[in-house]
């Protein structure tokens, strides 16, 4: 699986590189889990995926090594996979820097920290409940203070339902 990974960001790299307008680039994460809860992703200028585990741990902060894409090309572009084995329960945030980056009246960010604290003391929470009250939270921060960045959340939960793949 890594081969694929590694191949399609560095395919999607050569495009920005090509295509997107001076001082343009994107920021991505490019990830597999498979049945078993090996995670192996790709971080290329992203935010880290945040891992909640379910034993109560703190949260994971999985940074990558990868530079943003759009900006150089090979050989200078060099990638390397972050794996980590996910247990059944783990949960997995994806965040744009929005997030973040909010700041109130003061210009204090929210920062990762922040966000790393309240996943922790919300992990029992189902999905929806966790990511709805993250925002609330995030604007209770910032004291009604604009937006100036996007806003997205992607999460996950690994489930192992025992089923085996037979050929």
Known sequence: MQAAL???IEHLNEVFVLHLPNERFMSA???NINHEGELRAIIAGHPP????PANGGDPIALRGKAPMLGI???PLFKVQEVKYDLMPGDKGILYTDGIYERANSEGEMFGIDKL???LKENRTQDMDSLLSQLLEHVDAFTQG????????LVA???INSGASLQS
């Open 6 to 8: 590694e191949q399609t």
């Open 72 to 74: 150089v090309s090979k």
């Open 49 to 52: 995926l945040i891992i909640i």
């Open 116 to 118: 790393k604290n309240f």
């Open 156 to 158: 996950f939960e690994y």
């Open 145 to 152: 203070e604009t937006a100036h960045d996007d806003i997205t």
């Open 29 to 31: 994460i490019l990830s």
